[in-house]
């Protein structure tokens, strides 16, 4: 069963604009919330990560918000680049490693 | 500095051969993380191996996946007798420690096709 659910699962977003993608989870024992940036053919790569002892973490123009009580989380990026079109998967631990990831988000910037 | 290290990049089995996966973790790096991606969904869990020892397999599939982490070498995902469900990107992750802010960094993945 998917433990974390993530959407929308494809975006398409104008060069500027803010991208959004929401999650939500089941299990109130996760306490470490990552998102990842996943390029055709590669690895993902650790874009921003929070616990939830915050409700905002901001990273350039990356910014994660986590609303505990609604047991969602959200990744928006502000001033969208073409270089920022990639798959975006959020995930979920509790232990630090055995991390529960969504679906992923395909985001495409238009120039 | 190189990043964790996969391969092959690409493997085509057909139905009922072995498929080995090898995973060279990032340098100073002893604990190793493998995860399988099936098309249109995230990466799953599979096993947590530290060098010699298997931490948690909960993830394995309970016949014909096996995996290890030698004293010395990479780490091997080993699938026996595989099947057309087998068809699957597996990426390994490695990290310094296995303890708390314990980021894990991917590799390319390794592609299986079974035909």
């Known amino acids: 069963q998917q433990q974390v659910k993530q959407s929308p699962q494809s975006l398409i977003v104008q060069k500027g604009g803010i991208s959004i993608i929401n999650c939500a989870y089941e299990?109130?024992?996760?306490?470490?919330f990552p998102w990842y940036q996943q390029f055709p053919g590669k690895g993902p790569a650790l874009l921003i990560a929070?616990?939830?002892?915050?409700s905002e973490k901001k990273e350039g123009r990356f910014t994660i918000s986590f609303n505990k009580s609604a047991k969602q989380f959200s990744l928006h990026i502000m001033d969208s680049q073409p270089g920022d079109s990639a798959t975006y998967f959020c995930?979920?631990?509790?232990?630090?490693?055995?991390?529960?990831f969504g679906a992923g988000t395909t985001v495409t910037v238009r120039a | 500095n190189a990043g964790v290290m996969q391969n092959p990049r690409h493997l085509v089995r057909r139905r009922g051969q072995e498929a080995r996966l090898r995973c060279s973790p990032m340098k100073g790096h002893s604990h190793v993380y493998w995860y399988r991606q099936l098309p249109e969904e995230g990466l799953k869990f599979m096993v947590y191996l530290q060098k010699e020892n298997i931490i948690d397999e909960s993830g394995m599939p309970k016949e014909r996946f096996s995996a290890e982490f030698p004293k010395e070498g990479p780490s091997i995902l080993r699938i026996q007798q595989v099947v057309r469900g087998d068809s699957a990107a597996y990426f390994c992750?490695?990290?310094?420690?296995?303890?708390?802010?314990?980021?894990?960094?991917f590799g390319p993945g390794t592609r299986l096709t079974v035909l």
């Open positions: 929070i616990r939830p002892d915050v």
């Open positions: 299990n109130t024992a996760f306490d470490y």
């Open positions: 992750a490695s990290s310094p420690t296995g303890g708390y802010n314990n980021e894990q960094f």
């Open positions: 995930a979920a631990s509790k232990d630090d490693y055995k991390l529960s």
